[in-house]
């Protein structure tokens, strides 16, 4: 922390949501002795109601009202933080003003989001504005997608230290016990209704550069399909398509040009689910891979789409306490380098994912954020979990109990 003139070091904006009450509990338990938080959203009764809930140590939190429809109340947000936290979503409805707000007044932000056309647009009309203002723009800082960022900087500087070349093949497996919320599916309509409306949209979906900070200078290298065919691996596990792969893997080569392709000019990177071994896999596997593409056909086309939504969260509802408890995430990433050299790295930590383990990823994202500035890379405006805090939020993730380490392959 710094004597800065502003009021708070950390303030977390959607407090009252699913998720972000579960981030103001991590950080009522993890944020230092005398840092100014607080707790903004729409509602101050709310906002108390939040904080009444929260350890003695909470209580004396500023509570702040604010709407993302009101640009003088953003504003003034902003302008009296330091790091700013958002949970408030769908991004692509709420979160551009904040952006904005934050990258004028050269405020650190970070957010939770997983929608790429989002990100394109606060890359494309803030990115400059941050850099100039000195604001960390920090996108996707839960489970989308700090697992499998983070993983794929920890291959390249393992790589890089044995001089065994770029990064050339690599592939994330993933596997989790893990629920959903509604905010997220109410996210997900959003997107696909984007998407159904506009050309422009599918073809930016579709773009496995998508995130690019220069389109026109990214490679041709082919990548992988981001709903690939069910595979065995090599070790007999059988894979299917991932849901959040066509998120992640944009991030990830975001991350690699930022840094000046790195990590390889010629990365092939792919994100698929780890199922399970033998005929029994086989099965499960093509039978998730359907179910996916049908849920995802549902999804999008409203009727369908009506008769599921009886079923599914609604908004500000999800997993209850001990099924998040129950969670857990692992993210095996193997990679074979220019060079001929095979690593493995692996991301994994206990709670449900999207949400108990979220909480942590994007609680420690803004304590590092707060705290840890004369630490972080020097980089500035519109940036990734990797490029904005690489190495410190490893060590803090750590640190709450997460597990990321790389091994070299014979």
């Known amino acids: 922390m710094d004597n800065s003139p502003r009021e708070h070091d950390l303030v977390l904006y959607g407090a009252t ?30 906002l108390k109601a939040v904080r009444s809930e929260l350890p003695a140590a909470a209580h004396g939190w500023a509570l702040i009202e604010a709407d993302s429809e009101d640009a003088d109340s953003i504003a003034a947000l902003a302008g009296n933080t330091r790091v700013l936290l958002t949970t408030v979503g769908p991004y692509a409805k709420h979160g551009l003003p904040v952006v904005e ?22 890359i494309d009309r803030f990115d400059a504005l941050a850099r100039t203002s000195g604001a960390r723009i920090v996108h996707s800082c839960g489970y989308d997608s700090v697992p499998s960022d983070l993983a794929v900087l920890l291959l390249h500087q393992a790589a890089e230290a044995d001089g065994t070349g770029g990064l050339a093949e690599v592939q994330l497996v993933a596997t989790a016990k893990a629920g959903i919320s509604g905010g997220t599916l109410e996210s997900m309509r959003g997107q696909l209704d984007a998407m159904r409306s506009s050309t422009a949209l599918r073809s930016l979906a579709a773009d496995p550069y998508a995130l690019s900070p220069d389109r026109t200078r990214e490679p041709t290298t082919p990548q992988p399909a981001d709903a690939g065919p069910v595979r065995r691996s090599a070790d007999g596990t059988w894979t299917a398509p991932f849901i959040m792969a066509p998120f992640n893997t944009r991030v990830v080569r975001r991350s690699n040009a930022l840094q000046g392709w790195a990590y390889g000019r010629s990365l092939q990177y792919g994100e698929v689910m780890g199922v399970a071994p033998g005929p029994a896999g086989a099965v499960i596997a093509r039978a998730m891979a359907l179910g996916l593409r049908a849920f995802m056909g549902a999804m999008a086309f409203p009727p369908s789409r009506r008769v599921l939504d009886r079923c599914l969260p609604a908004p500000g509802t999800g997993p209850s306490i001990s099924k998040q408890r129950a969670g857990w995430f692992h993210s095996q990433v193997t990679a074979r380098t220019e060079g001929g050299q095979r690593y493995q790295a692996i991301a994994a930590g206990p709670g449900d994912p999207g949400y108990a383990a979220t909480a942590v990823m994007a609680g420690e994202t803004a304590l590092a954020l707060a705290l840890d500035g004369d630490r972080l890379p020097a980089a500035k405006g519109s940036l990734t979990p990797a490029t904005a805090l690489g190495n410190v939020l490893i060590e803090r993730l750590r640190a709450a109990g997460h597990t990321y380490h790389v091994t070299k392959l014979a």
């Open 17 to 46: 949501g699913f998720v972000g009450r579960l981030i103001a509990a991590y950080l009522a338990d993890h944020a230092p002795a005398g840092m100014r938080v607080g707790l903004a959203g729409r509602s101050t009764s709310r």
């Open 101 to 122: 707000a934050c990258a004028r007044a050269g405020t650190h932000y970070a957010d939770l989001a997983g929608e790429v056309s989002f990100i394109r647009e606060s």
